[in-house]
């Protein structure tokens, strides 16, 4: 007799393995993907999250989150009974950022494609037209963003095509919440999910999302995703959430004999570079130069978007051959941070993306091979989800990290504490001058520091706005500095200004006040003593012009004194504003106590003057006063009180002990 065969145990993360079982349309969707089998977020938050369960699920950047909560609440709206009310929301997805709102639409259109229903009615979205009524339950999606419309587009949208999944920042959804045309009963509202849900706090959407709550049934499931639950977020989880199932998927490694968690995906190696504030750009340029194979989609981050303004123009000088470069920071207009977006996703060429924290956190960037961080982040939550845009998918990625000598290194044990652990930079090897030896012929070259400052500042002086754009950078990066949340590690005391003006290619130090807080005796001017300031133009012409018709007045004489008399008047009238707010006071009170004096002179002869009759007629009259003022006294408590106990009992929207009052 043959022995019993042992039936094949079935892998827990196969998509036809997953409960609620998944449609055969989606399954085609992620076949046609390459996507074989589900993540570990993506196995157990639709499994919980498709059985009515509220989730909050913390996961590494990059492990697929996006099409966990897309799943499970296109699949509930399907499964209802028929298609969603006119005018009826079902589903609402909030992100922080218009660019994650509109990563999140774009992953949702390209899977409803697959839906023969919701593909039908995708095309006829963009028509003025009403759409047409449908018999089955179909997925109908609208992204409210700011920039690419305005809210009256925005519900007339809503009002023309009925849609019943909504993808939104937080601001545009509260504004069509308020719209009485818009319905979110617990009869037919199904799921609220909040992406990146530690950012929305800490961007400040706070009061919006109180707001975005009390137009929403308590009835409801909710989700929130984040690859890290901050403190903030635990309010939510309080007030917004019933029983949720927190989902931690975390990745952990051998260090030694012992296991520790990671914060990032195995694949992504992290690593630092300590380099002075002048050999910054010339070991960026080596790690491009050197890395084989070369990278494909590369991300450099700057604190400021002054900063990534500036080098946007210089970087190029500098930079190996064969490398385009894309800006992109949050104060672009919408269509130019659309733009550079998508040409950063669809370049085919070794591209760079230069940027600031708005692309840190939840864009999909694909097949992103290195990150450089070459100022390290203010807050020190967003270290890895920088470094996360690489090493994506189970996909190799470095991630590179620049520190200055000194104090900054010790950055490197704090990550550690962190649980998110960087190694020195070893492969490839950056070769760089001795800091301390005085360069010579022999060793400048293409990318040592005097070289690649000489490139930047020769590209400055072919136009003056650069140098303007340099010296609002460079301030408004030492204000970024100065703001660390690490304010022992990075301390404006410790910066070499002379290294750090080198470094950025500066004509000359802008005027600030740290330089002489912090007792800067060097030169100013860095050494570059060869640009004629009064010839040195803009390269625009018409500011050109108001350049030169500015210098010509400040030689007129009669416009020189005009402008010294009205400057001395300025001068003249701030110190006549600038007398003491305790002395202006200090004479008013002077002045009240002059009027109260007089006023009880004229009582005390008015009532000299009195009759018997009119003495009496005034003790009548003064406690009738006081009753009155007793009645008014009692009324106003009573008014209080009552409205303490209202407000006990669960007045307001939604009624009883589960009326949602606010975060705090």
């Not at 827990?12 to 997953?18: E, F, H, K, T």
């Not at 319905?183 to 199904?190: A, I, L, Q, R, Y």
């Not at 404006?492 to 330089?515: F, I, S, Y």
């Amino acid at each position: 007799m043959a022995p019993d065969s042992k039936p094949t145990k079935k892998d827990p993360r196969a998509w036809d393995a997953l409960t609620p079982p998944l449609a055969d349309w989606i399954l085609d969707a992620l076949s046609s993907w390459g996507f074989a089998r589900a993540t570990p977020v993506q196995a157990s938050v639709i499994n919980i999250f498709g059985s009515h369960k509220d989730v909050v699920v913390e996961a590494v950047t990059g492990s697929g989150k996006t099409l966990a909560f897309l799943i499970p609440l296109i699949q509930r709206i399907l499964r209802a009974d028929g298609p969603t009310k006119r005018h009826h929301i079902a589903v609402i997805v909030v992100s922080p950022t218009r660019e994650l709102a509109t990563q999140i639409h774009t992953v949702l259109t390209s899977l409803l494609k697959f839906h023969a229903a919701s593909a039908e009615i995708l095309p006829l979205l963009d028509e003025e037209d009403k759409r047409p009524v449908t018999t089955d339950p179909v997925v109908v999606p609208q992204l409210l963003v700011g920039g690419s419309h305005t809210v009256q587009q925005d519900i007339s949208f809503f009002l023309r095509h009925s849609p019943n999944f909504i993808v939104a920042t937080p601001g545009r959804l509260v504004e069509l919440l308020s719209s009485p045309h818009v319905h979110t009963p617990s009869s037919t509202f199904e799921a609220l999910v909040l992406d990146e849900a530690d950012r929305l706090l800490d961007l400040g959407f706070k009061p919006d999302l109180q707001k975005i709550l009390g137009h929403l049934p308590k009835q409801r499931r909710t989700g929130l995703f984040s690859a890290s639950v901050s403190e903030a977020v635990g309010e939510i989880i309080r007030v917004g959430l019933r029983n949720p199932v927190k989902i931690a998927v975390k990745v952990k490694t051998l260090k030694g004999d012992v296991i520790e968690e990671r914060k990032t995906p195995a694949s992504l190696k992290m690593t630092y570079l300590i380099t002075q504030p002048d050999h910054k750009l010339p070991a960026l340029a080596q790690l491009l130069e050197k890395l084989d194979p070369r990278p494909q989609k590369s991300i450099i981050f700057l604190s400021t978007c002054s900063a990534v303004d500036y080098f946007q123009h210089v970087l190029p000088a500098v930079l190996p051959e064969g490398f385009d470069l894309v800006p992109l920071h949050g104060r672009h207009a919408a269509h130019v941070r659309e733009k550079n977006t998508a040409r950063f996703m669809k370049s085919t060429r070794p591209t760079i993306l230069l940027t600031t924290d708005v692309a840190s956190r939840g864009l999909d960037f694909p097949q992103v091979d290195l990150v450089v961080q070459l100022d390290p982040p203010s807050d020190p939550k967003a270290f890895i989800h920088r470094a996360g845009r690489a090493g994506r998918a189970g996909r190799k990625g470095l991630s590179v990290i620049f520190l200055h000598p000194g104090r900054e290194e010790d950055y490197i044990p704090f990550l550690d504490v962190r649980k998110t652990p960087v190694v020195p930079l070893e492969h490839p090897e950056i070769d760089l001058p001795d800091s301390s030896t005085p360069p010579t012929s022999s060793t400048i070259t293409t990318t040592s520091p005097e070289q690649i400052s000489s490139l930047i500042r020769a590209t400055v002086k072919t136009d003056r706005a650069l140098h303007d754009k340099a010296q609002k950078a460079f301030v408004s990066w030492l204000r970024s500095y100065s703001k660390h949340t690490a304010s022992s590690i990075f301390r404006v005391a410790d910066l070499d200004w002379t290294r750090l003006g080198h470094g950025w290619g500066l004509l000359k130090l802008p005027k600030m006040p740290e330089l002489k807080r912090h007792g800067f005796a060097g030169d100013k001017f860095l050494g570059v003593n060869d640009v004629d300031w009064e010839n040195y133009g803009y390269a625009n012409k018409q500011r050109e012009a108001q350049r030169i018709e500015a210098m010509r007045l400040a030689k007129d004489p009669e416009h020189v004194a005009a402008r010294e008399e009205k400057a001395a008047q300025e001068r003249a009238k701030r110190k006549r504003n600038a007398e003491a707010w305790s002395g202006k006071h200090a004479a008013e009170d002077v002045r009240t106590g002059r009027r109260e004096k007089k006023q009880k002179r004229r009582d005390a002869e008015r009532k000299e003057n009195m009759t018997e009759q009119e003495k009496v007629e005034e003790m009548d009259l003064q406690r009738l006063l006081a009753q009155v003022r007793a009645k008014n006294a009692e009324k106003a408590a009573r008014e209080r009180a009552e409205a303490k106990a209202a407000a006990a009992a669960g007045g307001g929207r939604g009624g009883g002990d589960d009326a949602f009052e606010g975060f705090d």
